[in-house]
């Protein structure tokens, strides 16, 4: 009988940690037998909600608050990338975006069943492609690959109503006592924050369907 698991995921487009944990968790999902039916539903995080819709300069925001070079701080998350197949120079996007319209679309494509997969599309635009992810086109032309019409997904990143629920969420994931990001949850029973060992994942997931 196939067994179902439910994983909330907690991410921002412009965290680092989390393309590395959201490549963790899909290479793990990918190794389950063929009797568990994933679902994966993504939330909305503000790794900083202050930023700005033109953003913010990285190195200089990473200089100001921890009086290091920021590519001491850059060494270690790009070699933990390495490991998980992610070939990232964060010194090629320097700056930080406002995230609420990715959320947004993110947020408004799980109907369409596909929602992790665009959040993690918006991510590798931003790291690896070095795209601006605060542009509405660029935001459109990403939707469009995953089955939205363009000029609907322009529509919803600039609807003031669906932009306010998405602060909403954010807010209080952030009221819940979420800190940071990546961060899971395994069938709304097992909590997992940061981008966790490869085996660390396997465990969770071994112990929830356990259960199930």
């Given at each position: 009988?196939?067994?179902?698991?439910?994983?909330?995921?907690?991410?921002?487009?412009?965290?680092?940690?989390?393309?590395?944990?959201?490549?963790?968790?899909?290479?793990?999902?990918?190794?389950?037998?063929?009797?568990?039916?994933?679902?994966?539903?993504?939330?909305?995080?503000?790794?900083?909600?202050?930023?700005?819709?033109?953003?913010?300069?990285?190195?200089?925001?990473?200089?100001?608050?921890?009086?290091?070079?920021?590519?001491?701080?850059?060494?270690?998350?790009?070699?933990?990338?390495?490991?998980?197949?992610?070939?990232?120079?964060?010194?090629?996007?320097?700056?930080?975006?406002?995230?609420?319209?990715?959320?947004?679309?993110?947020?408004?494509?799980?109907?369409?069943?596909?929602?992790?997969?665009?959040?993690?599309?918006?991510?590798?635009?931003?790291?690896?492609?070095?795209?601006?992810?605060?542009?509405?086109?660029?935001?459109?032309?990403?939707?469009?690959?995953?089955?939205?019409?363009?000029?609907?997904?322009?529509?919803?990143?600039?609807?003031?109503?669906?932009?306010?629920?998405?602060?909403?969420l954010a807010t209080s994931a952030?009221?819940?006592?979420?800190?940071?990001?990546?961060?899971?949850?395994?069938?709304?029973?097992?909590?997992?924050?940061?981008?966790?060992?490869?085996?660390?994942?396997?465990?969770?997931?071994?112990?929830?369907?356990?259960?199930?």
């Open positions: 009988m196939t067994k179902q698991l439910k994983i909330d995921v907690f991410t921002d487009a412009v965290c680092p940690w989390c393309v590395v944990g959201s490549a963790r968790l899909d290479q793990a999902l990918a190794a389950l037998p063929d009797d568990v039916d994933v679902i994966v539903e993504n939330h909305p995080f503000y790794l900083d909600p202050n930023v700005p819709p033109e953003g913010v300069d990285v190195g200089q925001m990473l200089t100001e608050k921890y009086g290091k070079e920021p590519r001491e701080m850059w060494e270690r998350v790009e070699g933990e990338a390495r490991k998980a197949g992610i070939e990232l120079d964060l010194s090629q996007q320097p700056r930080m975006f406002n995230t609420a319209k990715a959320h947004t679309i993110t947020r408004l494509s799980k109907a369409n069943g596909n929602q992790h997969e665009l959040a993690n599309a918006i991510a590798d635009a931003y790291f690896l492609e070095h795209r601006q992810i605060n542009d509405d086109n660029v935001l459109a032309d990403i939707a469009v690959e995953f089955g939205w019409d363009r000029g609907d997904a322009l529509d919803a990143i600039n609807d003031e109503n669906e932009l306010s629920i998405t602060a909403e952030a009221q819940q006592g979420i800190r940071g990001v990546p961060f899971f949850v395994f069938g709304e029973k097992y909590a997992l924050s940061g981008a966790q060992p490869d085996e660390v994942f396997k465990q969770a997931l071994d112990k929830t369907i356990s259960e199930l």
